[in-house]
């Protein structure tokens, strides 16, 4: 079974940092890009970053460039987004996905504020 | 970049078929094969319904379709039932080599 599972949601201040981590069974982790999507409470779905299967090509959403870090580690099966100048726009419920297995993690909260 | 433009309802009855509309720009639609669907009910997490424009995933029903003409994807629900009442959304590669998703549409079911 595709299993996605993300950890590292909190709240933090206007300005903080956050690192977000999501593990991967049930296919081979490796052999897939792997993408962030985000979701502000009550709205819709917003695509945040893509990373290369073997994480040699990062893309991000101009809303995130800059602040935010996608990175990956194979051996250990786990996606990880880093966030930094952290806003309160940025409050929301981030998901790992994998496009092409089909799979959502079932998302991690990331409120924002003081 | 904005995001794809979709109806922000549609209505159906129980038995109908409904078609949700999906429109973009040459940069992401009109030249992506990798256009997507997601089905959200409240609460819970997006879940694939279709991919690469027709495709369905394994265990989808039948009764999702995916078509796409120029800049615009359609996603059509035939016999419309009760448990499809959902968000819906779909995303597209674009040429800057990223995603975009539309802006969701919510399907209620008479």
């Known amino acids: 079974e595709v299993r996605l599972v993300e950890s590292g949601g909190d709240l933090v201040q206007p300005g903080g940092s956050l690192r977000l981590s999501c593990v991967a069974s049930?296919?081979?982790?490796?052999?897939?890009?792997m993408h962030w999507v985000r979701q502000a409470p009550g709205k819709g779905l917003e695509w945040v970053s893509r990373?290369?299967?073997?994480?040699?090509?990062?893309g991000y959403a101009d809303s995130v460039k800059g602040r935010f870090t996608t990175s990956r580690d194979n051996a250990k099966n786990t996606l990880y987004l880093q966030m930094n100048s952290l806003r309160v726009e940025d409050t929301a419920v981030y998901y790992c996905?994998?496009?092409?297995?089909?799979?959502w993690g079932q998302g991690t909260l990331v409120t924002v504020s003081s | 970049q904005s995001a794809l433009t979709q109806p922000a309802s549609v209505s159906g009855s129980p038995g109908q078929s409904i078609t949700i509309s999906c429109t973009g720009t040459?940069?992401?639609?009109?030249?992506?094969?990798?256009v997507s669907w997601y089905q959200q009910h409240p609460g819970r997490v997006p879940k694939f319904i279709i991919s690469?424009?027709?495709n369905r995933p394994s265990g989808v029903s039948d009764r999702f379709s995916g078509s796409k003409s120029g800049y615009t994807a359609s996603l059509t629900i035939s016999g419309l039932q009760a448990e499809d009442e959902a968000d819906y959304y779909c995303?597209?590669?674009?040429?800057?080599?990223?995603?975009?998703f539309g802006g969701g549409t919510k399907l209620t079911v008479l």
């Open positions: 996905a994998g496009f092409s297995v089909f799979a």
């Open positions: 049930g296919f081979t982790f490796s052999s897939y890009w």
């Open positions: 990373i290369h299967n073997e994480g040699s090509t990062i």
């Open positions: 040459s940069s992401d639609l009109g030249s992506s094969k990798y």
């Open positions: 690469e424009v027709t």
């Open positions: 995303s597209s590669y674009t040429t800057s080599g990223t995603w975009i």
